[in-house]
């Protein structure tokens, strides 16, 4: 079976500094896979996807980027951390299977940005 | 373009009461339509999916939705609800690959 795994579970980083959250999918190959982002009292907002190594879309512009190094691994980075960056950070992956795909979620980053 | 609307922010019931929560969708074509749950400090857990055909889908937990094609809506029930299933419930709404819009989620209260 599919597994997804998030790290750090928590990180308190202050203003300006960098950020990496990687995500890593056990169990499948050539999954699609989603950075979101859940600000406080709002709904999940996709920021990136990637549907093959080095292969990266962006949905919101931003001061964060994301990379896609091997086939299960997906990282969310940061030069310089905003406060606004601040939120619990979702990592997910699909697969497509007759025109349709179903995510699945990893267990998210809390971030707090001081 | 497309959208989710949970008009429900918060909702409290008692343990054993029955539930509904509410989406409704804004979309052109037909959506391919999901329910998530997530529980404090976790990530989400898919709870059903409806991609075709019965328009009643049973999903795990206990919990059931059914697509309105004519009302644009998606409702997830459950008979009876348990302490347990007090969590935050959001409904996603699929408009092609790679794009799954989500509502701001309905908090759920259980009281005993």
């Known amino acids: 079976s599919q597994t997804i795994h998030q790290w750090p579970a928590t990180l308190v980083q202050p203003v300006g500094s960098p950020l990496s959250l990687e995500c890593t999918v056990e169990g499948t190959s050539n999954p699609n896979l989603y950075w979101y982002r859940q600000a406080a009292g709002r709904g999940l907002q996709l920021l990136f996807y990637?549907?093959?190594?080095?292969?990266i879309s962006s949905e919101v512009p931003q001061n964060l980027s994301a990379s896609r190094p091997q086939d299960r691994q997906f990282i969310l980075s940061s030069k310089k951390l905003l406060l606004s960056d601040s939120g619990f950070y979702l990592c997910?992956?699909?697969?497509?299977?007759?025109?349709?795909?179903?995510?699945?979620f990893g267990p998210g980053t809390r971030l707090t940005v001081l | 373009a497309q959208s989710v609307t949970q008009p429900d922010i918060h909702i409290t019931v008692s343990e054993g009461a029955s539930l509904e929560l509410r989406c409704n969708y804004s979309?052109?074509?037909?959506?391919?339509l999901f329910w998530y749950v997530q529980s404090p400090g976790q990530g989400l857990q898919l709870l059903l999916k409806y991609f075709s055909g019965d328009t009643l889908v049973q999903g795990i937990k206990g919990f059931e939705a059914e697509f309105k094609r004519s009302q644009s809506s998606f409702n997830l029930r459950k008979p009876s609800v348990h302490w347990s299933d007090a969590a935050e419930y959001f409904c996603?709404?699929?408009?092609?690959?790679?794009?799954?819009?989500f509502g701001t989620g309905t908090r759920l209260t259980v009281i005993p």
């Open positions: 997910a992956w699909s697969l497509r299977a007759g025109g349709t795909d179903t995510q699945y």
């Open positions: 979309y052109g074509a037909t959506p391919y």
């Open positions: 990637s549907v093959g190594i080095g292969q």
């Open positions: 996603a709404v699929q408009t092609g690959a790679n794009n799954l819009f």
